[in-house]
């Protein structure tokens, strides 16, 4: 191929990733109003807007999402303060969700919104007994002790040099009444609540020659997936989410543990009240999708 010939496919694939926005785009300039309305008083909805836009411009698989869904994660991701896309604390992420229309089963593209751990980190130093908050990875040349229980105590001190491969990860959190808790997740742990929870996690693969889901030999976490792109970063944010659970919990960090990946295609001034749509029971419906495509070769048959 030319370099002729690149350019100008390169302009053609920018021209449709455009008309492809517009949608988006256009409910999102026609929700400013309500926008504002949800923002915290330390955000404008001008600048959400914007960040929205180089959100769809940065990740063009967003442009295939439903305008909707688009529009309730940067709903949610307003009503907690937090900018998506932004210095990791929040996300907008396209997915793959399964929705029943009439008898039959489809999957749509749809966004979801996840709170990243720096979002985390933020909603705590908003509490106002917040104090301090500390994460770390653990390394297996490190010095690590800790205990949990009447005489519980944290103890790392990482080696300078050669620290070897993480082996766990932990959150420190100081209250300025006094108080400090802190827990404490193996890798392992860490990677299985990923497995557990993600819908990354792939099991499954749809076979051409079989025309059925089989199971793959080795699963994985999607290449899109930020567990195979920063596993770090999700582990932090895992150990933090279960830390957020013992500390006393502000109505922000109340309402981030429920958001947090989370589907929803309504606004409402409380997102908080919009019930979750995103739907993992995906072996139900590929055994529904093989049906569908059993039948229609069936029929052309």
């Not at 229980?149 to 001190?157: E, S």
């Not at 049906?291 to 070769?297: D, H, L, S």
Request: proline residues 4%; neutral net charge; aromatic residues 8%.
């Amino acid at each position: 191929m030319s370099s002729q010939t690149q350019v100008a496919a390169l302009k053609q694939k920018a021209q449709e990733n455009r008309q492809k926005a517009k949608p988006i785009q256009v409910l999102i300039q026609q929700s400013i109003t309500e926008l504002g309305k949800a923002v915290p008083s330390h955000m404008n909805p001008e600048r959400m807007v914007r960040i929205a836009l180089t959100t769809l411009r940065l990740n063009p698989k967003l442009m295939d999402c439903t305008p909707e869904s688009f529009l309730g994660a940067l709903f949610q991701s307003a009503q907690l303060g937090l900018e998506p896309n932004i210095e990791g604390q929040a996300y907008i992420i396209p997915y793959e969700n399964s929705k029943k229309v009439g008898n039959n089963w489809t999957k749509i593209t749809e966004a979801q919104f996840q709170i990243g751990y720096k979002g985390y980190v933020e909603l705590f130093y908003r509490h106002e007994k917040a104090l301090s908050l500390d994460m770390q990875a653990v390394r297996v040349n490190d010095t690590f002790e800790y205990e949990y229980g009447t005489n519980a105590y944290i103890k790392h001190i990482p080696k300078l040099k050669d620290r070897g491969e993480v082996i766990a990860y932990y959150a420190v959190a100081k209250l300025k009444e006094g108080g400090t808790l802190f827990k404490v997740m193996s890798k392992d742990e860490c990677i299985e609540h990923g497995k557990t929870h993600s819908k990354c996690w792939i099991t499954k693969v749809y076979d051409e020659t079989t025309k059925k889901m089989e199971k793959v030999k080795e699963p994985y976490f999607a290449e899109y997936s930020p567990w195979h792109k920063d596993p770090d970063a999700m582990c932090l944010k895992t150990v933090l989410i279960q830390l957020m659970k013992l500390l006393p919990k502000s109505v922000e960090i109340q309402h981030a543990l429920k958001m947090d990946a989370t589907t929803k295609s309504k606004i409402d001034l409380d997102m908080i009240n919009i019930p979750d749509e995103t739907n993992w029971q995906d072996d139900a419906i590929e055994a529904e999708q093989v049906k569908q495509i059993a039948n229609k070769e069936q029929e052309a048959s």
